[in-house]
């Protein structure tokens, strides 16, 4: 399970993720709480990958490969590659795939438009299997968030009601962001073990800087 949120700030955006992540070997759960998952495509643009893999990673190859960088294209581009994704797992796994009433997929999405500056966007496959495009958000502190489990969203949420009065430069108030997600997301995992671990943060400024933030588990 993944929590993802990814917010504009003054100069800049900032995406933000847990690092939990279960497998499962010989029958055992392993936990580890130390994942990044935020996938830095290139300077001007990051996405952390959320629900089923195989769909949204199909949709992070396809935003590599593309040579579009305005907010409009990339949203598009990762509408395509997800949509991609999820027929491709409905060919090589259909029992799965129709026994999946619940599945999701989707790409949180952090940029910088050439010409608009700062965004954020998500593009989710949704429970009952349609897609939903939400963004690009352009406006000063607005976000965009995704989680498969809807109380620690709530949690984050109400966390997140306090960078408002920050003030400084984009770095600073994408500090302030990762902070007060890491709070949420330490809330979260005592409802749902599923989340927690190390929370990281990519701020990308809009000219060109780029700034990796941790917060540890506690």
Known sequence: MT??????VHDGVVLVADGRVTTTRDEH??????????????SRLAVVLGGALPASERALAELRTSAGESALQVMGVAARGIQIGLINLQAQKPVEYAASLNLRAALLIAGIDPIHGPYVGLVEIQRDHTLRVDGPHYQQLRYAIFSTHDRATELVMERLSMPQGVVGN??????????????????????????????????????????????APG
């Open 3 to 8: 929590l993802g949120l990814a917010m504009v």
């Open 29 to 42: 759960h392993i936990v580890g709480n130390d994942y990044d998952k935020i996938h830095l495509v290139h």
């Open 170 to 215: 984009g770095e600073l108030m994408a500090q302030a962001v990762v902070g007060f997600t890491a709070l949420g997301i330490s809330a979260a995992s005592d409802v749902t073990p599923a989340i927690g671990g190390t929370v990281r943060g990519v701020y990308l400024s809009a000219g060109g800087v780029v700034r990796s933030i941790s917060v």
